[in-house]
């Protein structure tokens, strides 16, 4: 039990919670940093806010020669809980790069009750993802983006269900790294918007409705991946959907519920051609209703299609 008082617990490598917290009364807030990683086995009920730091800074107070390798991680149990009623839950695995030992991995995460959510791994580690384990709802109940969730250089995988991200008085906002890994499990956003990150798309700037942000840009194949007729307004190309190497880079998720060879039409009246001779350089295209565009070479030929990034 902890009393009505807040609580700052640190540590240079770890902090396992294996008892339950709750609390003995009144309001209190409750903050866990680690140097490397946190692990939660038990459930923690708080009055207040609950803040949890993982791969925490010498600059925060970690002793950098006591922080032992491996990779930072902050995880729930399967079938543990964080209620925070009225207050906040943080959850942050922090780039840590200002020791020799800062490497990163997971945030996983099981049933969450609180007025607002954030979750940021901002791990450097490839592969640094956030995961929601089977079965979890995480619910926020605030207003002003109260469910954020965000992975800096990994991907978001949902292993629950459609109902995994509730957000009943505003919306939910997801940062992953691509469509192709990313696994929403039911989750159906209202948008889905490309080049965007939390650091260049903070939840104050993305529109409104629920929303997942993929931070890649897909890159330009050396040579050409789609063929097709080059001929005017009343020409449509087919290119196959979602086969390596015959065509679309960086598919939007819903599309891979289409037909394989979707027509996308090119509109030289709206977009006229813009050849320069600069070899590699591209022309666009107007995109169909799945906000693709189709890229043109130097000399008119298609090369590839990738989505929209204005989408």
């Not at 140097?35 to 609950?50: F, N, P």
């Not at 964080?82 to 020791?99: L, W």
């Not at 691509?178 to 903070?202: H, I, K, Q, S």
């Amino acid at each position: 039990m902890l009393g009505s008082q807040n609580v700052t617990l640190q540590a240079n490598n770890d902090i396992s919670v294996l008892s339950s917290i709750v609390p003995a009364g009144g309001t209190f807030d409750l903050m866990l940093q680690a140097g490397r990683s946190i692990d939660i086995q038990k459930d923690i009920l708080v009055a207040g806010d609950l803040t949890l730091i993982a791969n925490e800074t010498v600059s925060e107070g970690v002793f950098d020669a006591y922080r032992d390798a491996g990779a930072a991680e902050i995880t729930m149990a399967s079938g543990t809980s964080i209620d925070a009623g009225t207050g906040n839950v943080t959850m942050q695995i922090k780039a840590g790069d200002d020791k020799t030992n800062f490497e990163s991995g997971d945030i996983i995460l099981d049933d969450i009750n609180a007025n607002n959510i954030l979750v940021l791994n901002e791990g450097l580690t490839a592969g640094s993802d956030v995961i929601i384990n089977a079965g979890t709802v995480l619910t926020a109940a605030g207003k002003d983006n109260p469910l954020v969730l965000s992975t800096a250089n990994g991907t978001f995988t949902n292993n629950s269900d459609a109902n995994a991200l509730s957000a009943a008085n505003d919306r939910w906002l997801v940062y992953s790294d691509n469509p192709t890994n990313t696994t929403l499990n039911g989750l159906t956003p209202d948008n889905e918007v490309y080049r965007a990150t939390y650091v260049t798309d903070p939840p104050a700037t993305v529109p409104p409705g629920n929303t997942v942000l993929f931070a890649n840009e897909p890159v330009t194949p050396s040579s050409p991946v789609v063929t097709g007729d080059d001929g005017g307004a009343a020409a449509a190309i087919a290119i196959p959907i979602g086969v390596a190497g015959l065509g679309v880079i960086g598919t939007i998720a819903a599309d891979r519920l289409l037909a394989a060879t979707p027509l996308f039409t090119r509109y030289p009246a709206i977009y006229p051609p813009q050849v320069t001779g600069a070899a590699g350089l591209m022309r666009p295209a107007i995109s169909n209703d799945r906000q693709y565009i189709i890229h043109y070479d130097e000399n008119g030929n298609p090369r590839y299609v990738k989505p929209n990034p204005a989408r």
